[in-house]
């Protein structure tokens, strides 16, 4: 009898400690945060679920970057997340900042723009300028001029916002340059007579 007590009274405490969680849990998924001044939230190429959670959360805009996480994944919607600029006003929960993103998408989504292998400094500018008409050619070429880019335009798929300016565009390449080429530069033994990453750019 006593032990059958026992059993009963941790089958009680079990049965309470689910109950607790589902509160917690259920309240921090549909309780909001007050956002009085809009704030504006980009979510960019490759970034992880988790470096986005803990953006939001760094914002304000949700209370639990894990609890994000878990609801997204538990719902399937972890890979479904729009690229672009989002903004966010108001009373916010972290449901609906979950199914305002799956339903509007973002307030301005990421435009895409692909340069070739082999793409002249013309030929990226005009690739550019197609999704983004309001850049500048002169001061576009002017910028890979001032910082030594010529002939190393990274070929890649680019995706932009559309208040990218010609310096953040140059400023995207150089650092995607700087990524993946100056590795393999620093990497290899070029042999004779070609010595140093000029000579390298030149051969490729």
């Known amino acids: 009898m006593q032990n059958v007590k026992r059993l009963t009274l941790t089958q009680i405490a079990f049965v309470v400690l689910i109950l607790l969680g589902i509160f917690f849990v259920t309240r921090a998924i549909f309780s909001s945060v007050v956002i009085s001044t809009p704030i504006v939230f980009t979510i960019n190429e490759g970034e992880s679920l988790k470096s986005l959670s803990v953006r939001l959360e760094g914002e304000g805009l949700i209370r639990s970057s894990a609890l994000l996480r878990l609801y997204l994944s538990f719902n399937n919607k972890d890979r479904k997340v729009q690229l672009g600029e989002y903004e966010f006003s ?109 000579d390298i750019l030149i051969l490729a």
């Open 90 to 198: 108001g009373n916010i929960s972290l449901f609906s900042l979950a199914r305002e993103k799956k339903k509007k998408g973002p307030k301005n989504p990421l435009l895409v723009a692909t340069i070739p292998e082999g793409s002249t400094s013309l030929e990226v500018y005009q690739i550019f300028a197609k999704a983004l008409p309001s850049i500048d050619k002169n001061i576009f070429f002017n910028l890979i001029a001032a910082n030594n880019l010529e002939g190393k335009l990274f070929p890649s798929t680019y995706h932009l916002l559309p208040s990218y300016k010609e310096t953040t565009i140059i400023d995207l390449m150089a650092a995607i340059y700087l990524k993946k080429v100056i590795p393999i530069i620093e990497g290899s033994v070029a042999p004779q007579p070609l010595s140093g990453e000029k």
